[in-house]
């Protein structure tokens, strides 16, 4: 029988947490919002919003945000994944760009870490803006674990907040 895994975010797993992402100054500027999470993946949404168009003449959202979008996914999809929250640095992120978002359009990313190592974690995942089966981009990244000397403040408040509410289910169910 396969040993149950334990992790850090556990409590966060299923519909997003609205503010999982604010943190991230950036990822809050842009934005960004949690779909879901589960063990070792996340989905995020990007609302349309026309100061992330990039080329005007056709109303494409800039490749940056996409990038973005997608590196941010991968981010919270290692964390997912982790037993104990650990600082972490993407240490390359490769898209794909397999066609132009459509103008005036949610982007969605869903990325999957798909091997967590003591010091690298490696992801994949793909962006649409319709269906998840024709995605507009593709990611393979990598990141290291232990990059920083602490976690970010904003994602370990909100871990903590969590542990905190699971812990008073736990005695609700005591009583």
Same mark, same amino acid.
């Given at each position: 029988?396969?040993?149950?895994?334990?992790?850090?975010?556990?409590?966060?797993?299923?519909?997003?947490?609205?503010?999982?992402?604010?943190?991230?100054?950036?990822?809050?500027?842009?934005?960004?919002? +949690?779909?879901?999470?589960?063990?070792?993946?996340?989905?995020?949404?990007?609302?349309?919003?026309?100061?992330?168009?990039?080329?005007?003449?056709?109303?494409? +959202?800039?490749?940056?945000?996409?990038?973005?979008?997608?590196?941010?996914?991968?981010?919270?999809?290692?964390?997912?994944?982790?037993?104990?929250?650990?600082?972490?640095?993407? +240490?390359?992120?490769?898209?794909?760009?397999?066609?132009?978002?459509?103008?005036?359009?949610?982007?969605?990313?869903?990325?999957?870490?798909?091997?967590?190592?003591?010091? +690298?974690?490696?992801?994949?995942?793909?962006?649409?803006?319709?269906?998840?089966?024709?995605?507009?981009?593709?990611?393979?990244?990598?990141?290291?674990?232990?990059?920083?000397?602490?976690?970010?403040?904003?994602?370990?408040?909100?871990?903590?907040?969590?542990?905190?509410?699971?812990?008073?289910?736990?005695?609700?169910?005591?009583?």
């Amino acid at each position: 029988m396969p040993e149950e895994r334990n992790y850090a975010l556990a409590s966060i797993f299923g519909a997003g947490i609205e503010n999982m992402l604010h943190h991230t100054p950036h990822a809050r500027r842009l934005g960004m919002q +949690v779909e879901k999470t589960g063990p070792g993946f996340a989905v995020v949404h990007l609302p349309f919003a026309a100061e992330l168009v990039g080329d005007p003449g056709r109303g494409v +959202v800039f490749g940056g945000v996409i990038t973005t979008l997608l590196d941010q996914t991968a981010g919270l999809a290692v964390a997912c994944a982790m037993k104990e929250l650990r600082p972490i640095a993407t +240490v390359d992120l490769r898209v794909d760009y397999l066609r132009a978002a459509e103008p005036g359009k949610d982007l969605y990313a869903h990325v999957e870490c798909t091997k967590l190592t003591r010091a +690298v974690a490696f992801v994949r995942g793909s962006a649409w803006e319709g269906s998840e089966e024709d995605p507009f981009a593709t990611c393979l990244g990598t990141f290291m674990i232990g990059a920083n000397p602490v976690v970010s403040p904003g994602l370990k408040k909100l871990a903590e907040a969590e542990a905190e509410a699971e812990r008073d289910r736990a005695r609700e169910v005591e009583s």
